[in-house]
């Protein structure tokens, strides 16, 4: 099983990112998935999350009208559109994925760094 994250970087306030996170070794359309992150020195958030069809998507407040989460179920991935970027967005972002089945699976990506600064 694995969750491999890709895409970010060193971008400057204003501008955009898009994560992406490639899965493999479980079925994919049975897991809802998520963007958590975790800036240093705090905790990890919730920033996104996407149910397992893809109809449903779920926005942190401090993300919400700037981030965009989407799923494509026959390439295995999801993705993470970042707008507008803010110093504040700066953190480590990880894809998770969480069986629609009581009692399922997670799993989670490394991580990538996703640095917000001029």
């Known amino acids: 099983v694995q969750l491999v994250e890709s895409g970010g970087g060193l971008v400057q306030p204003g501008g955009s990112l898009r994560l992406s996170c490639a899965a493999s070794g479980f079925t994919f359309s049975n897991y809802r998935m998520s963007w958590y992150r975790q800036a240093p020195g705090k905790e990890r958030e919730l920033a996104a999350v996407?149910?397992?069809?893809?109809?449903?998507?779920n926005y942190a407040d401090s993300v919400k009208g700037r981030f965009t989460i989407s799923r494509d179920n026959a390439k295995k991935a999801v993705y993470l559109q970042m707008n507008s970027l803010k110093p504040e967005d700066t953190a480590v972002y990880y894809c998770?994925?969480?069986?629609?089945?009581?009692?399922?699976?997670?799993?989670w990506g490394q991580g990538t760094q996703v640095t917000v600064s001029s």
């Open positions: 998770n994925g969480r069986s629609v089945f009581l009692g399922g699976s997670e799993y």
């Open positions: 996407v149910n397992s069809g893809g109809l449903t998507t």
